[in-house]
């Protein structure tokens, strides 16, 4: 299957002699076309400078975003970042990155609706034993290499570094929508995790809290440690980590989460007596 989208001086003379009525007949209308011409360009420019944001978004439907790039669901669809199972009780399920844990998922039906978006390090989608054949196709100005296996379709955005697999009936309408990050998506969340230990004669993991900031807003919040392990999720941004272990000092730790991807933390090292 192929998807293809394409978008698609003066110079000077001699007036002749004129009688008055004549010459003054040219100046009014030199004088109409040269405001014409100082009014008229303004319209197309401002509409070139308008990007075409929603255009691979149906009405009704929700743009949600990661890696560069965006993906939209109806509003009914359930969207699970890191997600495991899809939910039974709506039409459809959009995951976006890499499921943190293995489960047991119910039985797949065959009106199952599901659709992934997540990193991925291979450069060309794998059959997966079916021997389907990979196709190179253009899904809104990106290059997309896009391969039926016997699971369903899969593609891959070699620019991005992504893969996008559907399965269902629904799946290959909601993978049409594939497109550049646009500010009118939502940007999925990401995850932060990382460790905290107190630094003494041996490395003692702490328990306790970490206060993490926004740098953009200063808004703060705390997380637990257990056992020097903690994790957090959030609005992609940057956010300073301030770890807490009795008296001893803590530096500041800077990390910036990405949209649905896990990020690891410098770690939190407290210095103790």
């Given at each position: 299957?192929?998807?293809?989208e394409r978008?698609?001086?003066?110079?000077?003379?001699?007036?002749?002699?004129?009688?008055?009525?004549?010459?003054?007949?040219?100046?009014?209308?030199?004088?109409?076309?040269?405001?014409?011409?100082?009014?008229?360009?303004?319209?197309?420019?401002?509409?070139?400078?308008?990007?075409?944001?929603?255009?691979?978004?149906?009405?009704?439907?929700?743009?949600?975003?990661?890696?560069?790039?965006?993906?939209?669901?109806?509003?009914?669809?359930?969207?699970?970042?890191?997600?495991?199972?899809?939910?039974g009780s709506?039409?459809?399920?959009?995951?976006?990155?890499?499921?943190?844990?293995?489960?047991?998922?119910?039985?797949?039906?065959?009106?199952?609706?599901?659709?992934?978006?997540?990193?991925?390090?291979?450069?060309?989608?794998?059959?997966?034993?079916?021997?389907?054949?990979?196709?190179?196709?253009?899904?809104?100005?990106?290059?997309?290499?896009?391969?039926?296996?016997?699971?369903?379709?899969?593609?891959?955005?070699?620019?991005?570094?992504?893969?996008?697999?559907?399965?269902?009936?629904?799946?290959?309408?909601?993978?049409?929508?594939?497109?550049?990050?646009?500010?009118?998506?939502?940007?999925?969340?990401?995850?932060?995790?990382?460790?905290?230990?107190?630094?003494?004669?041996?490395?003692?993991?702490?328990?306790?809290?970490?206060?993490?900031?926004?740098?953009?807003?200063?808004?703060?919040?705390?997380?637990?440690?257990?056992?020097?392990?903690?994790?957090?999720?959030?609005?992609?941004?940057?956010?300073?980590?301030?770890?807490?272990?009795?008296?001893?000092p803590c530096?500041?730790?800077?990390?910036?989460?990405?949209?649905?991807?896990?990020?690891?933390?410098?770690?939190?090292?407290?210095?103790?007596?």
């Open positions: 299957m192929t998807i293809a978008r698609l001086r003066s110079e000077h003379r001699r007036l002749p002699r004129f009688d008055v009525l004549v010459l003054t007949s040219v100046v009014a209308a030199v004088a109409l076309v040269v405001v014409l011409f100082s009014v008229l360009p303004l319209h197309p420019a401002r509409h070139a400078a308008t990007p075409p944001t929603t255009s691979s978004i149906p009405s009704g439907w929700v743009a949600h975003s990661a890696y560069g790039l965006q993906i939209a669901a109806p509003k009914a669809w359930s969207v699970q970042v890191f997600g495991q199972c899809p939910d709506k039409p459809g399920t959009l995951f976006i990155g890499t499921s943190q844990f293995v489960d047991n998922c119910p039985s797949y039906r065959s009106d199952t609706n599901q659709v992934d978006m997540f990193r991925s390090s291979t450069s060309a989608p794998s059959s997966g034993g079916s021997g389907g054949v990979t196709h190179e196709i253009r899904v809104h100005g990106l290059s997309v290499k896009s391969t039926r296996t016997y699971a369903g379709m899969v593609w891959v955005i070699p620019s991005k570094q992504v893969t996008l697999s559907g399965l269902g009936p629904k799946a290959l309408s909601i993978m049409r929508t594939l497109a550049p990050a646009t500010r009118e998506a939502i940007p999925a969340t990401g995850q932060v995790t990382g460790t905290e230990h107190a630094e003494a004669i041996i490395q003692v993991p702490v328990t306790g809290q970490v206060t993490v900031k926004v740098s953009a807003s200063g808004k703060t919040t705390t997380v637990d440690v257990i056992d020097g392990q903690f994790w957090f999720l959030g609005r992609p941004g940057q956010y300073v980590l301030v770890g807490h272990a009795g008296d001893a530096p500041p730790v800077t990390v910036v989460l990405r949209s649905g991807e896990d990020t690891n933390a410098p770690p939190i090292q407290c210095q103790g007596e």
